[in-house]
């Protein structure tokens, strides 16, 4: 957060609004409630003494400058670290016009994959992430949950096709699966990661705001779980499994919980449960061997650093419910407590109880 504010009273004021209002997401909120949000939120931020500019133009400019900071602030100097990043780069900054994919129930934003980020076979498949009533951050931040954006996607990852934006909005999802044929088969790009807006469902309506190459898996062998078929699993929940294969191990909920079990067991893996990520988490995401969350999609901050990390990932389970203050949680009415063993899939997005056996395959 900008002048190190705590995310969290910001969090306190919506979730005060939704109790207020019976609103079960804030992109129901009316426009006068959605003021009255506003208004608190200036009220946090001159009560932690952060001057606010009255002028447009100086607003951008503070939030230029932020931007820029931020390359030499402590976390992104740890998210370099970790994801090796040179020191000797910098940050750009996009002034574009605002967009608004929270305009109504007919607008929305998204992430477009041109390729399936489970397979290395060099298909065009449009895959990603998308929501209705909301801005781009609200995907990438992981804290909303999303649909999937074609209908094999929905299909593969055990979804209803229908919620697709192949279905839903087939004028911008033709128009996004066009732009991917000519930046992939006439320009001859890498496969693209893009993200996109739209305050309508017609193709005039649509935005696209930025691309850049995906991250291309390069294992050639993944996990699955060795059971017979007629094994009596009990099966937990099921989310959006978004890279690595089978794996079993103990959850955990902080920083200190990994190095605990990493000195007294260090020979069992360790599965990050969380409602949702921040970049923030990092530390924990690279500590940890697996990550299961409740919130968010396959293109969501966690979900892209976990990839990247090479670890088992499962987000968008809604059946979860994490009190990470009481280091528990709740899958489908079970309770689990820090050190218990589960079992996930980043493949299939299913999770177990216990600690299933695994066994190595060849990715196809």
């Not at 530390?283 to 990839?307: F, P, Q």
């Not at 280091?327 to 980043?346: A, P, Q, Y």
């Amino acid at each position: 957060m900008a002048f190190d504010m705590d995310r969290d009273i910001f969090d306190e004021v919506i979730e005060d609004f939704k109790q207020r209002t019976g609103a079960a997401y804030k992109k129901e909120f009316p426009g006068r409630v959605m003021k009255e949000v506003a208004l608190a939120y200036k009220s946090l931020i001159l009560e932690a003494g952060v001057p606010l500019q009255e002028q447009p133009f100086l607003q951008l400019m503070v939030a230029v400058g932020k931007v820029l900071e931020s390359w030499d602030g402590p976390k992104a100097r740890i998210y370099r670290e970790i994801m090796g990043i040179s020191e000797d780069w910098g940050t750009a900054v996009t002034v574009q016009a605002m967009v608004y994919g929270n305009r109504s129930k007919t607008s929305g934003a998204g992430v477009f994959f041109t390729h399936s980020p489970r397979w290395r076979r060099d298909l065009l498949i449009p895959w990603g992430d998308y929501t209705i009533g909301n801005q781009g951050e609200d995907v990438v931040s992981g804290l909303v949950r999303t649909l999937p954006i074609s209908r094999k996607q929905a299909e593969i990852e055990n979804r209803d096709p229908e919620t697709a934006l192949e279905s839903g909005f087939p004028e911008i999802y033709t128009r996004l699966r066009e732009w991917a044929k000519e930046l992939i088969y006439e320009k001859k790009w890498s496969p693209q990661e893009m993200e996109f807006t739209f305050e309508g469902p017609k193709e005039r309506d649509l935005y696209f705001l930025q691309t850049r190459d995906m991250m291309i898996r390069e294992k050639m062998r993944v996990s699955s779980f060795d059971v017979p078929p007629d094994a009596p699993l009990r099966l937990l929940g099921h989310g959006i499994g978004v890279s690595g294969g089978a794996m079993a191990g103990r959850v955990v909920f902080t920083a200190e919980e990994i190095r605990r079990f990493r000195r007294e067991d260090p020979g069992v893996s360790l599965i990050l449960l969380r409602n949702d990520t921040v970049p923030d988490d990092i530390n924990e995401i690279n500590a940890a061997d697996g990550l299961l969350t409740a919130r968010g999609g396959s293109t969501s901050h966690a979900a892209i650093v976990a990839h990247r990390l090479g670890k088992t990932c499962v987000v968008g389970c809604p059946e979860l419910q994490c009190r990470e203050t009481e280091k528990e949680c709740t899958l489908n009415r079970v309770t689990l407590r820090s050190g218990d063993m589960i079992s996930i899939h980043g493949t299939e997005g299913s999770i177990f109880a216990g600690a299933l056996p695994v066994r190595e395959e060849e990715i196809p």
